[in-house]
T-cell receptor
Framework: AQSVTQLDSQVPVFEEAPVELRCNYS??????LFWYVQYPNQGLQLLLK??????LVKGINGFEAEFNKSQTSFHLRKPSVHISDTAEYFC????????FGAGTRLTVKP | EAGVTQFPSHSVIEKGQTVTLRCDPI?????LYWYRRVMGKEIKFLLH????????ESGMPNNRFLAERTGGTYSTLKVQPAELEDSGVYFC???????????FGSGTRLTVV
């Protein structure tokens, strides 16, 4: 069975600091991996996805994620965050259907 | 192209009443999904349509929930009768190819009082 664990429910950081949002998954088969973002009062927006190929995936808004098969992880990173990055971020794994983690609320402080 | 549209955006109903949520997927997307997020917990899968057929409804919580997709276009999710624990945000998503990411709507925030 697939499952997704987001290790941090809340991550507060200061503006221009780097950030890493952690995601681990469990699956006995190959899966596709995604990060979604939900800004306040909006729907879910796809940040990036890993389907195959290069393990370093670049997405929108300067975010990137690295697929690590041996550690079954897909951590999201950004070298320098902005106030506008304040949102909730969801890691998801897809095999038959999409399964989501519980979300990480990123708060960027000035 | 137009995105996935959901309405209403918010709904407040009393326990025991009926509510119907609607989702209009992106035109041409055969796959349509319903998800729910309750009380800040994880987003949980409810069901998956391929065109007008239910491909997987394993996530539907109980028989108070009924989903339909008329003619393989828009979909409705009816809750009858609503209970307090049904409160949450209901998301709809569609995709052209199941291998890729889904496009989500903005969600319907349902509050049962």
């Amino acid at each position: 069975a697939q499952s997704v664990t987001q290790l941090d429910s809340q991550v507060p950081v200061f503006e221009e600091a780097p950030v890493e949002l952690r995601c681990n998954y469990s699956s006995s088969v190959s899966v596709y991996l995604f990060w979604y973002v939900q800004y306040p009062n909006q729907g879910l927006q796809l940040l990036l996805k890993y389907l195959s190929g290069s393990t370093l995936v670049k997405g929108i808004n300067g975010f990137e994620a690295e697929f690590n098969k041996s550690q079954t992880s897909f951590h999201l990173r950004k070298p320098s965050v902005h106030i506008s990055d304040t949102a909730e971020y969801f890691c998801a794994v897809r095999y038959n259907d999409m399964r989501f983690g519980a979300g990480t609320r990123l708060t960027v402080k000035p | 192209e137009a995105g996935v549209t959901q309405f209403p955006s918010h709904s407040v109903i009393e326990k025991g009443q009926t509510v119907t949520l609607r989702c209009d997927p992106i035109s041409g997307h055969d796959n349509l999904y319903w998800y729910r997020r309750v009380m800040g917990k994880e987003i949980k899968f409810l069901l998956h349509f391929v065109k007008e057929s239910k491909q997987d409804e394993s996530g539907m919580p109980n028989n108070r929930f009924l989903a339909e997709r008329t003619g393989g276009t828009y979909s409705t999710l009816k809750v009858q009768p609503a209970e307090l624990e049904d409160s949450g945000v209901y998301f709809c998503a569609s995709s052209e190819d199941r291998r890729y990411g889904y496009t989500f709507g903005s969600g319907t925030r349902l509050t049962v009082v």
